[in-house]
Antibody, heavy 118, light 113 residues
């Protein structure tokens, strides 16, 4: 069974940093592109970033480019999101998702809540 | 970036009736080399992650009831629920994966009339 478990969310002040993790199991992690998708409270879904199988390519939504950095450790079956210079508008549930085919998501984690507030 | 616009924002349909949700792309998302539309549909219930319903605009995901169908091509797409069930109350999203940066529609909230 495919499992994606996010961790690392919490309350952080504006301008601060946070690192999210996603532990993957039940599939060959190194063979899949992975993504982070977020959802602000009461709002819609927003795609954040994709990372290629070996981490050699990354694609970001414009609003986080230069502040967020995605990485993966295929030996540990783990995906990460380093978030710097956090803003109130980054407050959201962050989902880890496995990218299928050329771009849809069948498997999602349960999400981890990031709250940016003073 | 490709902008995805859904209509309506909310919809109330009687049980057993048809529900139709539209999604319009600001860019043609039909890839001519393979004749595939790079569009997916999701269902999200409160407190849960999204659930994939449709990909390639019209291919049902594993385990999705056949009352859900997707249609359209190019820039205009539709998700249809042929006979609404109580468990279909949710927010529905379209998503394009045509280029390297993906985008979702704003969502359509479906309720029972």
């Amino acid at each position: 069974e495919v499992q994606l478990v996010e961790s690392g969310g919490g309350l952080v002040q504006p301008g601060g940093s946070l690192r999210l993790s996603c532990a993957a199991s039940g599939f060959s992690f190194r063979n899949y592109w992975m993504s982070w998708v977020r959802q602000a409270p009461g709002k819609g879904l927003e795609w954040v970033v994709n990372i290629k199988l070996d981490g050699s390519e990354e694609y970001y939504v414009e609003s986080v480019r230069g502040r967020f950095s995605v990485s993966r450790d295929n030996a540990k079956n783990s995906l990460y999101l380093q978030m710097n210079s956090l803003r109130a508008e980054d407050t959201a549930v962050y989902y880890c998702a496995r990218l299928e085919g050329t771009g849809w998501y069948y498997n999602w984690g349960q999400g981890t809540l990031v709250t940016v507030s003073s | 970036d490709i902008v995805m616009t859904q209509s309506p924002d909310s919809l109330a349909v009687s049980l057993g009736e048809r529900a139709t949700i539209n999604c319009k792309s600001s860019h043609n998302i039909l890839y001519s080399s393979n004749n595939n539309n790079y569009l997916a549909w999701y269902q999200q219930k409160p407190g849960q992650p999204p659930k994939l319903l449709i990909y390639w605009a019209s291919t049902r995901a594993f385990g999705v009831p056949d009352r859900f169908s997707g249609s359209g091509s190019g820039t205009d797409f539709t998700l249809t629920i042929s006979s609404l069930q109580a468990e279909d109350v949710a927010v529905y999203y379209c998503q394009q994966y045509y280029d390297n940066t993906y985008t979702f529609g704003q969502g359509t909230k479906l309720e029972i009339k």
